[in-house]
């Protein structure tokens, strides 16, 4: 599976908060699965980006 490099570069969001939701979707991934999985040959993380960069997963940092 490709990352979506540009995606990636022309994001012009907060960095830090594009990488917690990568981080929490890629553990939902790891604990539910994800139907893409199999096509993404596994690659849990890849997939988490790949889903988060292109909008298909919305996020929302909550403050505390």
């Known amino acids: 599976m490709v990352i ?3 995606l990636l570069v022309t994001n012009t969001g907060n960095m830090y908060k594009l990488t917690s939701a ?20 596994g690659k849990v993380v890849s997939l988490a980006i790949k889903q988060v960069l292109s ?6 940092i909550e403050e505390t």
């Open 22 to 41: 990568m981080i929490k979707r890629a553990e939902q991934i790891n604990l539910t699965g994800d139907p893409e999985l199999e096509e993404a040959g």
């Open 55 to 60: 909008k298909k997963i919305e996020f929302r």
């Open 4 to 6: 979506p490099l540009d």
